[in-house]
């Protein structure tokens, strides 16, 4: 029985893909800064001070790299974007070197990264898992998150890096923020609305995970987006009429956004067009390639 250790095990990817894997007959703990609620096995870890509860890592086959502080959680202020970046590049320093003590039974590390390592792209332009990096802040720390990330395959550890696009859950994220103003008949596209969004339904981004835990032939970076990549206008459409409301307002105008937002608001003001080839070349199957199909699936929960 495979035994998964899952940082960022609280977040909303890692409380869904938890789920999975236990329903799936794994065994997973989970590696954070508080104890859990007893669901699973927790342990502490102090980045800061580069400590881990000891037997953390006993008897454990694969790690789940997901811990990093949000993205769009607060203010893009000089302390917030060192906090960004070292949540993510401190943590995985430190188990690097606790793995570099002892690798014990460690087969994988599967770590989370970003289509933000991309940068912003034009209408046409495609990015793959060969693209070079974008050279814009999201860029520069997903560059350096996925450095520190590819040290531990120097320990002979088998690595899995997924490039995350715009994860849509019915738990919170992306999705509830953007639909909350459509359902108050305020929604309307954002700046021009023709930036395109790199989207992908939770379930289909821990499916991806979970393929990540049991092929060995993965290994390097893939793209955890769906294959139909939408516009911002397409992507407010189909919410509005998936929750029956009606687009009343004209497009909020990109300078309203950067007052309120100020360099946080390119996340929105600007897409990326992601490819899904290489996963699905690799065998995975999606389970929603259409927007319509993964909204009623998330939206009609509620």
Known sequence: MTNILITGGSGLIGRRLTEILLERGYLVSHLGRTKGNGSVKSFIWDIDKQLVESGSLEGIDVIV?????????????????????????????????????????????????????YGFGTQDEIF????????????????????????IESLGIRVVKIRTGIVLSE????????????????????????????????????????????DLSMSGAYNGVSPTPITNRE???????????????PHIP????????????????????????????????????DIRSALSDLLEKE
């Open 65 to 117: 790299h997901l811990a990093g502080a949000g993205i769009a959680d607060a203010p893009w202020t000089m302390k917030r974007k060192r906090e960004i970046l070292e949540s993510r590049t401190n943590a995985t320093r430190l188990l690097y070197k606790e793995l570099k003590k002892d690798k014990r039974t460690i087969k994988a590390f599967i770590a989370a990264s970003a289509i933000g390592y």
């Open 128 to 151: 793959t898992e060969e693209t070079k990096p974008g050279n814009d802040f999201l860029a520069t720390v997903t560059q350096r998150w996925e450095e520190e990330v590819d040290t």
């Open 171 to 214: 738990r919170g994220g992306a999705l509830e923020e953007i639909a909350r103003p459509v359902k108050y008949y305020v929604g309307a596209p954002l700046g021009t609305g023709n930036q395109y969004v790199s989207w992908i339904h939770i379930d289909d981004l821990c499916g991806i995970y979970c393929k990540a835990i049991a």
């Open 235 to 249: 992507f407010t459409k189909a919410i509005a009429s998936t929750l029956h409301r009606p687009l009343l307002l």
């Open 254 to 289: 990109g300078f309203v956004l950067k007052l309120i937002l100020g360099e946080m608001a390119n996340l929105v003001l600007q897409g990326s067009k992601i490819s899904a080839d290489k996963i699905s070349s690799a065998g995975y199957t999606f389970k929603y390639i």
